[in-house]
């Protein structure tokens, strides 16, 4: 059989996604770059691996039995690259680091320790929401990551690092900035701008609005933490944040935060690889280096506000 290693991985990733156009996507291809692979890995083999039926793509008998094999192949593949990253100790080598979008905020200050420390670890940084890091996560293609809590189910290993409360931002003319002891009830009144399906934050409070049983009202939904804060800062709502993406416009006195009952909304952010991934030494150290510096990080971003007890008659937490 004479087929390449570029023709197994588009196989493996058409097989695993069965769609022609999420492998594309996913591999930076174009569709017709990723139906030729696939045509040309087909005549090698000699026997068809996918069938179509109506819109959709199956994988046939023989195509599962080579979708197994290839997963091996992928697997010992990264072994090997795992070997050979730990080979080159700190002294070179290549890291990929992917973060929510919500700590990209202060992640690239680890970059910066980090790469001060062993410039010789080439770098690479991802950035999305916390679905997107599942996926990575799912496809093998971050050494570590930076997130909220990982599912439970999902086989991985996960280790806090950091607090990550969620505050409700305004802006500084709101009537309710400077207020005292806001009750949860008062929210009601309130618009919300809220981030994509996907984010962590955003399935945080969703649930927390749930178990308290209090239905906000959500007056846009935005993909960006940048566009949210501005959308604050010029009146279109209120939202609810990670303390790390406004601690800029807290300090200038374009947003405040406001003093809810049973907020800060407490999270801790994660150290997170897959289990049985073998990290290399940059990647032990770049993990140290987070530790580290989270330490430093918790000082400089407590919560520049009081938080009240909760009014009687409140369910407690
Ligand atoms: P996100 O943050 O909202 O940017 O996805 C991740 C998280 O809080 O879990």
């Keep these: 059989m004479n087929i390449t290693l570029r023709q197994l ?10 769609s022609f156009t999420r492998a594309a996507e ?11 692979q696939i045509k040309q890995f087909e005549e090698a083999v000699g026997i068809p691996l996918f069938e179509r039926l109506g819109k959709k793509i199956y994988l046939t008998r023989a195509g599962e039995e080579i979708y197994r094999l290839s ?17 080159k100790g700190t002294e070179g080598g290549r890291l990929v680091v992917a973060v929510a979008s919500t700590v990209h905020y202060f992640a690239i200050r680890l970059l910066a320790a980090f790469c001060a420390r062993y410039p010789k670890v080439k770098l690479h940084f991802k950035v999305t929401n916390r679905k997107g890091l599942l996926q990575i996560l799912d496809d093998n293609e971050a050494d570590v990551v930076l997130m909220g809590q990982p599912p439970d189910d999902a086989d991985l290993v996960a280790e806090p690092f950091m607090e990550n409360p969620l505050v409700i931002i ?3 003319n709101h009537p309710l900035a400077g207020v005292q002891g806001i009750r949860l009830e008062e929210l009601r009144h309130e618009t919300f ?7 962590g934050t955003r399935s945080a409070v969703e649930h927390f609005f749930a178990d308290k049983c209090i239905p906000i009202t959500v007056s846009m939904e935005m993909n960006t933490n940048g566009a949210i ?3 604050v800062e010029v009146g279109l709502g209120l939202a609810i944040v990670s303390i790390h993406t406004v601690e800029q416009e807290l300090e200038d006195g374009r947003v405040v935060i406001l003093d809810v009952a049973s907020f800060p909304i407490m999270r801790q952010w994660y150290l997170v690889h897959r289990a049985g991934k073998r990290l290399s030494a940059a990647g032990h150290a770049f993990e140290e280096v987070v530790r580290h510096e ?12 009081q938080q009240v007890p909760e009014p009687l008659g409140e369910p407690a937490e």
Aim: with cysteine; hydrophobic share 40%.
């Design 170 to 172: 305004a802006p500084p």
């Design 71 to 87: 997963r091996a192949i992928s697997q010992q593949l990264d072994d090997a690259e795992q070997t050979v990253e730990e080979l």
């Design 193 to 199: 701008l809220m981030r994509e399906l996907g984010s």
């Design 9 to 18: 991985k588009v196989f493996e990733r058409v097989a695993r996604r069965l």
């Design 26 to 36: 996913e591999l930076y291809l174009t569709q017709p770059a990723v139906s030729m």
């Design 229 to 231: 804060k501005q959308g």
């Design 294 to 305: 989270a330490r430093c990080f918790v000082k400089s971003t407590s919560p520049p506000f």
